[in-house]
């Protein structure tokens, strides 16, 4: 009886550790994304608060945890300078340019210059129709499918346009947690660190690999995609291409897919243009495509990258693909820097095997 009490309690002691755990984690999940956003975005400018910190420190008129706070929020600043005010302009122009798209196309359908840009679309797959033996009508589909069209490019506004209260919310929480993450990062890091059941080199050099991550995916990945969108978009808008915004985000985001890129979008409005008898336009667009666009993965991406991390491409697709539809936008950065995570537990696992001392010994 005496050895059961004890039992009992410890028992008891357990259970209510792992119900207040399970608690906490439930109600950190809303925020996850917020948390994902900080990360990122603190390994990615944390370069720039470095160089905040030495100025203010420089200078002399700040001292202690008042330069760390006031080279955090500068930090901060610089973020919302830099990332978020941009790419809230483009989220905007892009809500607009689609909102137009879908109008436009609901009020075009049935005139006469539509059906007949249709038809010339018509002409020009003909001789590969005839090869394969097909009888597909790019007119007849669209005038048949046109409610279907124009509702599936307006349900991403609608949505985008409800959820954008909640967007905010989140990028406030980012921000803010950005903020304490820069300043009291290296004072948490140790009493982290004793939480984790690995030596403190094993984990700190996980950590290494996570933020080289993060810089590799972002700025070999994410910016080459970015340049490449954005050199395209000059060129949809020097061809005359309708909504060049809005191709130059579908350009930027499919760059991210290996074997496919921008041509997927290019080449059609290259065609498009051409087909409308815009010949000059369509030269603009396929040259900026062909010898800028196509160009710059090939040049940009050793560069940017180098030795920085050993994923395979394909590897780096399918994670950033995993982490986008399970978590959204932030899966860009998230997937990657899990499957990571996940190598690197897995060389630990390998290590334990060989020599259980060296991957668990003593912090």
């Known amino acids: 009886m005496e050895s059961f009490v004890p039992r009992y309690r410890y028992l008891a002691f357990f259970v209510l550790t792992a119900l207040v755990l399970v608690g906490s984690v439930a109600m950190l999940l809303p925020f996850v994304p917020a948390l994902l956003w900080a990360t990122v975005l603190s390994v990615l400018m944390y370069p720039i608060h470095r160089r905040f910190l030495k100025r203010f420190e420089r200078l002399r008129l700040l001292k202690g945890d008042r330069a760390g706070s006031v080279a955090s929020f500068s930090t901060v600043v610089a973020t919302m300078l830099i990332v978020l005010i941009p790419l809230a302009l483009i989220?905007?122009?892009?809500?607009?340019?689609?909102?137009?798209?879908?109008t436009n196309l609901a009020g075009e359908a049935g005139k006469p210059s539509f059906e007949k840009t249709l038809e010339s679309v018509d002409d020009a797959l003909k001789p590969l129709m005839d090869s394969v033996g097909g009888t597909f009508s790019v007119k007849e589909?669209?005038?048949?499918?046109?409610?279907?069209?124009?509702?599936?490019?307006?349900?991403?506004?609608?949505?985008?346009?409800?959820q954008a209260g909640f967007t905010i919310l989140t990028l406030v929480i980012a921000l803010l947690t950005m903020f304490f993450m820069l300043r009291d990062g290296e004072r948490l890091r140790k009493p982290a660190l004793d939480l984790i059941p690995l030596p403190h080199e094993k984990t700190n050099e996980i950590l290494a690999k996570v933020a080289d991550t993060i810089r590799a995916v972002f700025i070999g990945t994410v910016l080459v995609a970015l340049i490449q969108g954005l050199v395209m978009g000059i060129g949809y808008w020097i061809g005359g291409a309708p909504s060049s915004l809005m191709l130059a985000v579908a350009t930027a985001v499919l760059a991210v897919i290996p074997l496919l890129g921008p041509p997927v979008v290019y080449i059609p409005v290259g065609a498009m243009l051409f087909l409308q008898g815009k010949t000059t336009g369509a030269l603009v667009v396929l040259g900026f495509g062909f010898l800028i666009a196509s160009q710059i993965d090939n040049l940009l991406k050793p560069l940017f990258i180098g030795g920085r991390t050993n994923l395979h491409p394909l590897a780096i697709f399918f994670s950033i693909l995993g982490g986008v539809l399970m978590i959204g936008p932030i899966g860009?950065?998230?997937?990657?820097?899990?499957?990571?995570?996940?190598?690197?537990?897995?060389?630990?696992i390998r290590a334990w095997m060989g020599n259980p001392e060296s991957a668990t010994g003593t912090q």
């Open 91 to 102: 989220g905007l122009g892009l809500f607009a340019q689609v909102g137009g798209v879908s």
């Open 141 to 162: 589909y669209v005038l048949e499918h046109q409610q279907e069209i124009v509702q599936g490019l307006r349900t991403p506004v609608v949505k985008f346009a409800s």
């Open 332 to 348: 860009i950065m998230a997937g990657p820097m899990l499957l990571t995570i996940l190598l690197a537990l897995i060389e630990v």
